[in-house]
């Protein structure tokens, strides 16, 4: 979820990953942040999140991620949308 000063937005996340949504098929959606403090490098591994976050956490998903950098965040309250700030999802997507 990205957060900023207008709180009439939510950040919605589409993961691209089976564990992801394999776990998501058994909780429904999950109200999360990214796996990093505000402001801080983007965390791209458990081993990583750990030493960050240590036991604060109760649980890690063992693994890295998938395309090393941060999420797309798209604005759909613009029309045909505008890209706050551009990861591994290009838009728009090829497919549209």
Request: aromatic letters at 6%; a negative charge.
């Amino acid at each position: 979820m990205l957060v900023q000063k207008n709180p009439i937005s939510i950040g919605v996340r589409v993961p691209d990953n089976e564990l992801a949504i394999e776990l998501l098929k058994i909780t429904g959606p999950l109200a999360v942040t990214s796996a990093n403090r505000s402001g801080e490098n983007d965390v791209t591994s458990n081993t990583e999140a750990e030493e960050i976050f240590g036991v604060s956490i109760a649980e890690y998903l063992e693994g890295a991620s998938v395309h090393g950098s941060g999420s797309t965040i798209i604005d759909f309250r613009i029309e045909g949308g505008e890209i706050l700030r551009e990861g591994p999802l290009k838009w728009p997507p090829s497919y549209c």
